[in-house]
């Protein structure tokens, strides 16, 4: 039985050359994979890469003080770290700070601006029903149709259209009768439900209805006009203070930009949906019908009943009270018209999106429903300058860490010193490629403790080294040949080898789950060279040994090798001895 386990042995050892080709190839793959994709530097976070830190701090609505506590504020950092990942930008650093402080950091990079803008506009999201627009500079009132003259049953093909347009998803839109056209502004006001009534052609304010009731709804109404005709949303600081203070329940003005990049702005109806409403947003390139890039939206149970109400009322208006607006933090990031009931629980809009423009509304969409109002307290511009000084001298002190280690194998390994260095080698050329391919592929972005954790990994790998190179050294010392020497040594190097980088993956893999922030940076590359380095010592160093055993420098000892047995103190080979027999009785004892 021993003489098919040795044949099986022999014929691994003598083919070792299988697993250096191996390795050598997935390293040639993931450089050649590097310089393809354009990535051929890691990422860097924002303490080497510089980048934006925002402080926001929650503002409760009037009479909910108690809105801001411990649940609240850990839901809107959730929230915020999905809007941020969800622009792909990698990372972001969100973290409550007191009671009610978020501190944000982003690092300068791909759609870094987009995220700055995102994350500074933190009020709720709401669909509101439009009941007036114009253009800011009074131009008139904006037209929401691509053809306002056309057939209502028109679609949109071929270019894009100005207007976005909600829809069922996947269905046609079926003509709608509209309303007779005349009700006043005022009227719809006070109405304090769906308006069913449209503004003036050039946005001029209507007069109050004569069969009004009058009374405080009507002055309500009155002042509200008054002032959507002084609002200015060209300036930003009257942008930034529109709808301040303005519950949910109450109309309310609100400016944004249309398709032109012109400010409109606009008299809201109390907002029908919020953004807790919908379940899933997402940009979808709608190549079948020629509608280009759309925003898909399904809602939950609830939200799809109140969607389909509201739909249903606007249906039956005419432009611009045919439109509902999404609201973010009194923006209008758009205004769809219907010109149906959306009863299905699902919705699409399509209009003048590109792919950028869609992805940003179908990110607020599902990212939206914040449980706190944030106003932006600071915004600071952090620079490089420090971090690169701190990675300068964390890349000095690494690379006297790594001579010492060289110096050390070679004072004391010698010729082995040879396979030891050429394996950190190995093992360099991985870490880089791979950390520059997770960039793109996951957002991982190398920083300061990151560093850390690949300086840490070369004491890690050297150390496993050290242990199979001393199991070898033992094998000399009782009396073996080189050869089988490497080969008995490996299963005790292995077990051991594999104890402790499992322990070193699993405090990486704790240290990660367990800890936010820069933190994890560390935790991430140091259970990614403790990973790297058990393919390294099984693909390259054993192999590499085991060839260079066959080599005479190596294989007879030379006192440069690193293995010669007089300098280790080798014992003779040992000898069989027969054992005594035992003595045979006779007959006669």
């Not at 040639?28 to 990535?39: N, V």
Request: aromatic share 6%; with cysteine; net charge positive.
């Amino acid at each position: 039985m021993a003489t098919p386990k040795k044949g099986r042995n022999a014929s691994a050892q003598s083919k070792p050359g299988r697993s250096l080709a191996l390795i050598l190839i997935a390293i040639a793959a993931l450089t050649g994979g590097m310089f393809a994709s354009g990535h051929t530097k890691p990422r860097l976070g924002i303490d080497l890469a510089g980048g934006t830190s925002i402080t926001l701090r929650a503002v409760p609505e009037a009479g909910n003080e108690a809105a801001i506590n411990k649940t609240n504020m850990d839901t809107a950092v959730s929230i915020m770290e999905r809007r941020v990942n969800g622009l792909g930008v990698s990372e972001s650093e969100v973290q409550t700070q007191g009671r009610e402080n978020i501190i944000v950091n982003i690092p300068k990079g791909t759609n870094s601006e987009q995220a700055r803008k995102q994350v500074g506009t933190t009020a709720k999201l709401y669909f509101r029903p439009v009941i007036a627009t114009e253009i800011a500079g009074g131009q008139g009132t904006a037209s929401p149709s691509p053809s306002p003259t056309g057939s209502p049953t028109d679609k949109p093909s071929g270019k894009a259209t100005d207007k976005p347009e909600a829809t069922d998803k996947g269905s046609a839109s079926p003509s709608a009768s509209p309303t007779t056209q005349g009700r006043a502004v005022t009227d719809a006001l006070k109405a304090d439900a769906t308006p069913s009534a449209s503004a003036s052609d050039k946005g001029d304010k209507a007069s109050p209805s004569p069969s009004g009731s009058g009374g405080t709804a009507e002055g309500d109404a009155n002042a509200l006009q008054a002032k959507y005709a002084k609002l200015d949303c060209t300036d930003e600081k009257t942008r930034s203070s529109v709808g301040d203070g303005v519950k949910a329940s109450d109309p309310t003005l609100a400016c944004g930009k249309n398709a032109q990049g012109q400010w409109q702005k606009y008299i809201l109806g109390p907002a029908e949906v919020d953004g807790t409403d919908v379940d899933k947003a997402q940009a979808v390139l709608n190549t079948q019908t020629g509608a280009g890039w759309t925003v898909t939206m399904d809602f939950t149970d609830a939200g799809a009943k109140k969607f389909a109400d509201i739909t249903g009322k606007l249906a039956q208006n005419q432009s611009p009270q045919n439109q509902f607006a999404i609201v973010l933090d009194g923006d209008v990031v758009s205004d769809p018209y219907v010109r149906q009931a959306l009863t299905g629980g699902n919705a699409e809009i399509s209009g003048n999106f590109n792919q950028q423009s869609a992805q940003d509304l179908s990110n607020m969409l599902s990212y939206g429903a914040l449980p706190l109002t944030f106003k932006v307290d600071s915004m600071t511009t952090v620079t490089a300058a420090l971090g690169g000084d701190q990675l300068q001298a964390g890349l000095i002190a690494g690379a006297i860490g790594l001579a010492l280690v060289v110096i050390y194998l070679l004072a004391y390994y010698r010729g082995l010193s040879f396979i030891a260095i050429l394996s950190l080698l190995v093992s360099a050329a991985l870490t880089y490629t791979l950390m520059s391919l997770l960039g793109p592929a996951i957002g991982f972005a190398l920083n300061l403790p990151a560093v850390c954790g690949a300086i840490v990994a070369i004491g890690i790998t050297a150390d496993s080294f050290i242990v199979y190179f001393e199991r070898v050294r033992d094998e000399i010392r009782e009396g073996r040949s080189l050869r089988p020497a490497v080969e008995r040594a490996w299963p005790r190097a292995r077990r051991t080898i594999l104890v402790s980088d499992f322990v070193s993956f699993l405090a990486a893999a704790v240290l990660f789950i367990v800890t936010v922030g820069k933190v994890q940076g560390f935790a991430f590359t140091l259970g990614l060279t403790t990973l790297l380095d058990v393919v390294v010592v099984f693909l390259f160093t054993k192999p590499l040994l085991t060839l260079m055993a066959r080599r005479p420098f190596f294989a007879n000892g030379h006192k440069w090798s690193g293995l010669d047995p007089k300098s280790l103190g080798a014992q003779p080979p040992l000898r069989r001895t027969r054992r005594p027999s035992a003595p045979v009785e006779t007959k006669e004892a």
